[in-house]
């Protein structure tokens, strides 16, 4: 058998998964690049990944898949709330493994375990960005 890299299938399976997450009865776009057409959007990117324990039977991969919710909106007004609850929503979703497995392809998903959690506001005079951040570790094995 021959490795094959995770990070590709992952992040497709992660955006499939997030695909109908909505906030106040709008859907909220899931992209890797940064959306300037959006004021809510979630951003995918893997920064790191690593062989997680593979055996020469076997490719086994510990992926960290960063999963960030950008929210806009007019400076002075309180907006932590969307990020909060669109986060939740893809905490829910990502920790379903049986969801999660059922639409990646060429691995099975070990496990998931979201960590490290951040917040970071950025305020210009008119508007302000709220970018709320978790990473997910994906144990993945090739199948």
Known sequence: MIAKDPIQPILKAVKEVLSNITYDGSKVPVTTTFDSANDTYIMLSAPDSDDGGSTDDSFIFDVTVRVEVMTEFITGEEQETPSNVIMGQ???????EEYVNAVLNGFDLIVVAPFSSEKDTQQENVSSVIIKRK???FKVEQL
Not at 90 to 96: G, P
């Open 135 to 137: 990473d997910f570790n």
């Open 90 to 96: 893809i905490t829910e979703l990502l920790t379903d």
